[in-house]
């Protein structure tokens, strides 16, 4: 009998994390790794010449005028409402979009220039802030497995989101790593949809409403399982790689 | 923005509470704070406030509204009265500079500054340069406009004082205050004196043409504003990222430049003597008063809350953000008066983030979603890739990622940090190549028989992006095959299987020392168990050894050989033949004195 090899905890993650929201209904959905400036920042309300720009150091191509690595998971959300209203399908949508994003930065313990996020969005009629803290806190109780896990918001800013929050979460009880424990850990930005980015893809922003939220999956390895340097997790090596 | 308890203090009556405390109420309800040192506190303004709240009043506003203290005073409350003319403006391109606004100061004495003054810039990390400059600095961190003091000298023709503003010529020549010598692109705003030579950058640096000298005493105190994106690109082209620049490419009410040449010119005369002979104030556009309406039903669906129209109203007053409420049949609607430099808010969700913020998003609910209407999709990638996954992982492969730069592809990125491997890849191939050897040389400390690895990623190959499947192992080459290919026929009924999540608990840091591995083999009485013999080896072998398995096992005449791996390494230190020797003999003796026969 072979031995069986070894999932990357990356991919172990999406797996769970797509069965968890599977499980409250979102689809999950994919979108390219370069990606041109319409979804990656003007659909997303990000104006050109804007500071708001500098808050994500992006990668352009040569030779291929607005084109990048995409910053972020978000513009697969505009990919996603466009195709959607294409196909003549109006709201409720719900979606997670897990994937690979870039930065254009130095790389050091807790920062990579290549890392995974995981995006979620909910559209409808209905939706409110307190349906995203409900979302993730069912969430993280799902993914620290028996731990309990407390969210909190705080003022944020991000342009396609109004209102901004910034996420934290906490582990207690004895289930938590003792590391983690009781510590108050930022883990995500989130918000509610701007109406202008609902505009954007044509949807009506009188009727719709929805939430959204952005967080590293990289960050949220490390969190789970005490990984120490975030460069593991795109090292390729199986001393590390073999522990999952 | 690095921001002053003490500078805060004298927006308040109130002692304010201590700088944690200020941090606390900033965090929850407004910005998030990077570091406190002492009573100061850097303020991680985000883009949207950039417009108020880089300036000691904007944060005192935000304070007052957290903490519910009343302002003893609030400079951009008082309205400004008529201001004397005595400056002669022209501002060729009124969309480079919104407003033009200088002031005319005669008889000043530069010198040092008072104490107060000095202690505020420096308690923040500005130098104090003299009364003048420190001035100019004092309104930009004070109020938020950045002001610049110019020697009167060259704007004057005859009896007029010359001020301008229009676009660069290119090739025109500035040198920059601090000595930097920079040919103008044709493109940047400068202020320019009555001979029409270039003094400034317009929002970005001052010139040495104009710069006050010990002995000057007719200054010209601009605060004009100047449009943030052309501001932005100048900063960015001449690399002087200053405040000012920072503070317009963020762009500011147009209102706050005729408070803010007002408030340097008064400051001048308060500290450096003097005679505000008059000012030069040209607006090209009217703002209008802004009103911007949110429903009490609206705020309560958007924040999933119950809030009272006096929760509202509360918030409201204690921003203070003036409202009528309009009560039309059922529901209250407030109609907001936005002020000018709260540029902001312009839709009802902008408020509704101060009514959430304000009260404190601590006390908003969780509720879980509704069942989903719609129809959760299959996305086929995924199921494929899963599936794929699997198959691998049965199969004995493990799963890396590698980096998606190369130094060689059809594509490459423009500006990656250090320029290395600039490339997007287009094949799997060197990735696992690479990952395989690195991975080799651990076989044994890993315990594996072979290295196999795969990866599912992205390629950039014939000018499409592509995932791709690539496997490579010690005994067969690296080879890849587009995920498309595993794709399943049927889609209408599929379902994600159910497969298993990583059983880890916790990740073990691992030695980024070398192994060092032993191989002992042994006689052993027919019956013994090689578990039983592992055991031993284990007991004596202490702490350096990390992995030990038997590789070997046969029987003759009556007795059992037992060949076993062993590795060796250390958490501190790269281990030596002689360290492992010592670990090796006291194994060696314990299996003897056993009656086992080191073969």
């Known amino acids: ?244 | 923005m690095k921001i002053s308890r003490n500078w805060l203090q004298t927006y308040f009556d109130t002692p304010l509470p201590d700088a944690r405390e200020l941090s606390d109420a900033l965090t929850f309800h407004t910005f998030e704070i990077e570091s406190i040192e002492d009573d100061v506190l850097d303020v991680k303004v985000t883009p949207n406030r950039g417009h108020d709240c880089l300036s000691h009043r904007g944060i005192a506003k935000e304070l007052s509204a957290i903490l519910e203290l009343p302002m003893k005073n609030d400079s951009l409350r008082v309205p400004l009265p008529a201001l004397p003319e005595g400056v002669a403006m022209e501002i060729e391109s009124p969309a480079r500079a919104p407003v033009g606004a200088v002031a005319y100061v005669r008889g000043v004495k530069i010198g040092a500054s008072p104490m107060w003054l000095k202690e505020r810039l420096e308690s923040i990390g500005q130098r104090s340069i003299n009364n003048v400059v420190d001035a100019t600095n004092y309104v930009m961190f004070d109020i938020g406009m950045p002001t610049h003091a110019f020697s009167a000298d060259t704007f004057k023709d005859g009896g007029i004082v010359r001020y301008g503003i229009r676009c660069s010529k290119k090739s025109e020549k500035l040198a920059l205050l601090g000595g930097t010598a920079i040919e103008l692109s044709g493109d940047e705003a400068v202020i320019v004196n009555a001979s029409d030579e270039a003094v400034d950058i317009g929002g970005v640096k001052g010139g040495m043409r104009a710069e006050l000298q010990e002995n000057t005493t007719e200054v010209l105190l601009s605060a004009s504003k100047f449009e943030p994106v052309q501001t932005r690109r100048a900063a960015q082209r001449f690399n002087q990222r200053t405040e000012a620049a920072k503070r317009f490419e963020n762009e500011m009410s147009d209102e706050l430049a005729v408070y803010g040449v007002r408030a340097v010119a008064d400051l001048v005369q308060k500290i450096a003597g003097g005679e505000i002979v008059g000012y030069g104030i040209v607006k090209s556009r009217s703002s209008a008063d802004r009103t911007v309406s949110v429903s009490l039903a609206k705020i309560n669906t958007v924040l999933g809350t119950r809030l009272e129209e006096k929760n509202v109203a509360d918030v409201l007053k204690r921003l203070d953000l003036q409202f009528k409420c309009n009560e039309m049949s059922s529901h209250c609607i407030f109609d907001v008066e936005v002020p000018f430099e709260r540029m902001d808010i312009t839709i009802p969700e902008d408020l509704i983030e101060e009514i959430g913020r304000i009260i404190g998003y601590d006390s908003s609910p969780a509720v879980e979603l509704p069942v989903f209407r719609g129809t959760v999709e299959i996305n086929e990638n995924f199921y494929a890739s899963e599936k794929v996954r699997e198959d691998l992982i049965s199969g004995g492969y493990s799963e890396v990622f590698t980096s998606v730069f190369a130094d060689k592809g059809e594509r490459a990125v423009l500006n990656k940090v250090g320029g290395e491997r600039p490339f997007l890849r287009s094949t799997l191939i060197d990735g696992l190549k690479d990952a395989l050897e690195k991975n080799t040389h651990n076989k044994d400390l890993l315990g594996l028989e072979g290295v196999k690895l795969f990866e599912i990623g992205t390629v950039w190959s014939d000018g499409k992006e592509i995932i791709m499947v690539g496997t490579v192992s010690e005994k067969e080459r690296a080879t890849e095959k587009p995920l498309e290919e595993y794709l399943s026929n049927d889609v209408s009924c599929m379902q994600y299987d159910d497969l298993p999540f990583s059983a880890a608990m916790r990740y073990q840091s691992f030695s980024k020392y070398p192994y060092i591995v032993r191989d002992i083999a042994m006689w052993v009485p027919t019956g013994t168990g090689a578990d039983e013999v592992l055991e031993i080896i284990k007991q004596n072998a202490g702490e350096l050894l990390v992995r030990s398995s038997l590789f070997d096992r046969f029987e003759k005449g009556g007795k059992t050989s037992l060949a076993f791996r062993l590795v060796f390494q250390s958490f501190g230190k790269t281990l030596t033949d002689e360290d492992v020797n010592q670990v090796m003999s006291k194994v060696y003796a314990v299996l003897m004195a056993q009656g086992f026969e080191i073969r």
């Open chain 1, 1 to 244: 009998m072979i031995a069986r090899g070894h999932i990357h905890p990356i991919s172990s993650l999406i797996r769970e994390a797509n069965a968890i929201f599977y499980r409250m209904g979102f689809s999950y959905v994919e979108g390219p790794l370069l990606e041109d400036e319409w979804h990656n920042f003007d659909a997303l309300n990000v104006p050109k010449d804007h500071p708001a720009r500098d808050m994500q150091d992006t990668f352009f191509i040569k030779d291929e005028e607005g084109k990048m690595l995409r910053t972020h998971t978000s513009p697969v959300q505009i990919r996603y409402m466009e195709s959607q209203i294409k196909k003549g399908i109006q709201p409720p949508y719900r979606v997670i979009v897990p994937g690979k994003v870039f930065r254009n930065e130095a790389t050091d313990m807790t920062h990579e220039a290549e890392f995974f996020q995981i995006e979620g969005l909910a559209v409808g009629e209905d939706i409110t802030l307190a349906h995203l803290k409900g979302t993730l806190e069912k969430f993280f109780k799902e993914i620290f497995r028996g731990a309990s896990v407390d969210i909190r918001f705080r003022p944020s800013f991000f342009p396609f989101t109004e209102p901004s929050v910034e996420v934290d979460m906490r582990i207690t009880g004895v289930n938590a790593p003792e590391k983690l424990r009781d510590k108050w850990i930022e883990i995500m930005g989130a918000g509610m949809v701007h109406p202008q980015v609902l505009k954007n893809v044509g949807i009506d922003a009188q009727k719709y409403r929805g939430f959204a939220f952005g967080m590293g999956l990289d960050r949220l390895a490390l969190l789970r399982w005490g990984i120490d340097d975030i460069r593991l997790i795109h090292s390729a090596d199986l001393r590390f790689i073999n522990q999952f």
